[in-house]
């Protein structure tokens, strides 16, 4: 059941559309970025659906998956990406060796290597896209999936300003088009990308990405082959609980496979509590890590959350918010002091602990929006 996937073609051919032809006085032409939590499908959606909506539109698409592996820095997947479209293609091979005055050299055939093609190489990624545009005629569609790691480094960095300057060259009227679409698991991270002037993708629409929907449920009930019948209702409610994630189902639909022994009239409530218990489970290990924060960590994290975009870790009132949590968790007042590198230590601290994340630049955000929630539900966050 795993291998297959549930497909949402008009979604794909609105968002294509959307994507592909830019109307006037809209900012699609700076990129558009999807936004959802982990799990629920972007990925999926963007080979399965979106991928296939954009070519048959006409686009050449390129995709690059920032998390795919994360040994790898993201300007070189981004550089990746674009090399192995490039290669594709033995037209695109003999224009560029053209433009780069390889054709000198070599004798009878191309001795060209795509290695040239990168950040700082004899070919920047402007002219390696440029070459794609000119050769083939078609609008070319970059997407970067998990977008937002590309500003965890230097190289990254790099790699979007690059792409910035080959959209503007590309969506002159020499040119075919280049859309970037950028796929992310944290709105804020996200933001990120587009909200500063200075950064690559300023202004570019921020869409939220739909979840799975009834309809995806209804497929599943019918295809999930257990030894008797869900019930979809019952099952959507379940999903929205566990957060739109396919997986939690999933895994529930696996035990219940290897339990031989399971009485079929069973199986609907059995269901029920395998997924609650998986879902407490997720939220109970994440709770254990929060109360398992010194004063210091616990309060930069809830004012974290509490500030949202608008956190500024050093600054005056932000300090003054630390002193206020930690004096709101009980801790004397005596006792409290905060000073620039204690909250250092614990904005490390918590990113060790994967609860908060950190662009290159020093911006912060927390790591994933259940935390927040988490954290409100306690609440933690009030009167911060
Ligand atoms: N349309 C779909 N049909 C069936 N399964 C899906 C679908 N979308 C996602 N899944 C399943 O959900 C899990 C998470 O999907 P993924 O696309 O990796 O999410 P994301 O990229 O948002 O983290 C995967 O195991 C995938 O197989
Ligand atoms: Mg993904």
Request: proline residues 4%.
């Amino acid at each position: 059941m795993n291998e297959v996937v549930y497909h949402r073609p008009e979604l794909a051919a609105r968002l294509a559309k959307l994507i592909m032809q830019v109307a006037v006085g809209s900012s699609a032409s700076s990129g558009v970025f999807l936004a959802a939590p982990r799990r629920t499908g972007k990925s999926t959606f963007a080979r399965e659906d979106l991928r296939p909506a954009l070519e048959k539109a006409g686009a050449i698409v390129l995709y690059a998956d920032l998390w795919q592996d994360l040994t790898k820095d993201p300007g070189l997947v981004i550089v990746e990406a674009i090399r192995e479209a490039v290669g594709r293609n033995d037209g695109f091979i003999t224009r560029l060796a053209k433009a780069s005055g390889i054709e000198k050299v070599a004798v009878g055939g191309l001795n060209f290597s795509l290695d040239k093609i990168g950040l700082g190489k004899d070919i920047d990624l402007t002219t390696a896209l440029v070459a794609l545009s000119d050769e083939s005629q078609k609008l070319i569609v970059l997407m970067i999936d998990e977008a937002q790691h590309a500003i965890t480094t230097e190289a990254g960095v790099a790699a979007l300003f690059a792409l910035k300057a080959a959209r503007d060259e590309l969506n002159s009227s020499r040119h075919h088009g280049l859309r970037v679409v950028c796929t992310g698991s944290n709105r804020d991270k996200l933001a990120m990308l587009r909200n500063s002037k200075d950064q690559a993708f300023f202004g570019a629409s921020m869409v939220p990405f739909p979840t799975l929907d009834r309809n995806y449920i209804g497929w599943l009930c019918e295809h999930i082959d257990l030894p008797s019948p869900l019930d979809p209702a019952e099952v959507f409610e379940l999903f929205k609980e566990s957060g739109y994630r396919p997986e939690m189902l999933g895994a529930a639909a696996d035990a219940i496979r290897f339990d031989f022994f399971i009485d079929p009239e069973n199986v609907r409530e059995r269901f029920a509590e395998l997924v609650r218990a998986q879902a407490d489970e997720l939220n109970a290990n994440l709770k254990k890590v929060l109360h398992s924060l010194t004063p210091i960590q616990s309060a930069v994290i809830r004012v974290m959350g509490s500030m949202g975009d608008s956190y500024a870790p050093f600054e005056a009132p932000t300090m003054d918010l630390y002193a206020a949590a930690m004096k709101q968790a009980g801790i004397a007042q005596t006792a409290i002091k905060v000073e620039v590198p204690g909250v250092q230590q614990a904005l490390i601290a918590l990113q060790e602990k994967n609860l908060v994340w950190k662009a290159s630049r020093g911006v912060y955000a927390v790591d994933e929006h259940v935390i927040v929630d988490l954290l409100r539900a306690d609440g933690l966050l009030e009167g911060l």
